[in-house]
């Protein structure tokens, strides 16, 4: 059965960075679509960035283009998101999401969820 745990959130200043992990167990991610999605108080869930099986990578939102970058380690079974220049709107509770099939920007086609990671980013 497949669980992810999400980690590396935070309280950090505008302009700074992090980056979130997305542990996988008990399957390889690297048979999975795996994407990380965030929502922000009083807001819908938002795709953020996904990376196929086959290590492609789709960015759903114009918002963080360019600021963050998804990665794959498959040593590790883990998935990252870099986030840089981050923005007082950026803040959310960040969430990764993975399944067998292909990339989605949308919430209901992805079966297995972390728990959140709750990233804050105020002066």
């Known amino acids: 059965q497949l669980q992810l745990v999400e980690s590396g959130g935070g309280l950090v200043q505008p302009g700074g960075s992090l980056r979130l992990s997305c542990a996988a167990s008990?399957?390889?991610?690297?048979?999975?679509?795996t994407a990380w999605f965030r929502q922000a108080p009083g807001r819908e869930r938002e795709g953020l960035s996904c990376?196929?099986?086959?290590?492609?990578?789709?960015n759903y939102a114009d918002s963080v283009d360019g600021r963050f970058t998804i990665s794959r380690n498959n040593a590790k079974n883990t998935v990252y998101l870099e986030m840089n220049s981050l923005k007082p709107e950026d803040t959310a509770v960040y969430y990764c999401?993975?399944?067998?099939?292909?990339?989605?920007?949308?919430?209901?086609?992805?079966?297995?969820w972390g728990q959140g990671t709750r990233v804050t980013v105020s002066s």
């Open positions: 999401a993975a399944d067998p099939f292909e990339c989605s920007p949308y919430e209901g086609e992805f079966g297995s």
């Open positions: 008990g399957v390889t991610l690297d048979d999975y679509a």
């Open positions: 990376i196929s099986s086959s290590g492609v990578i789709i």
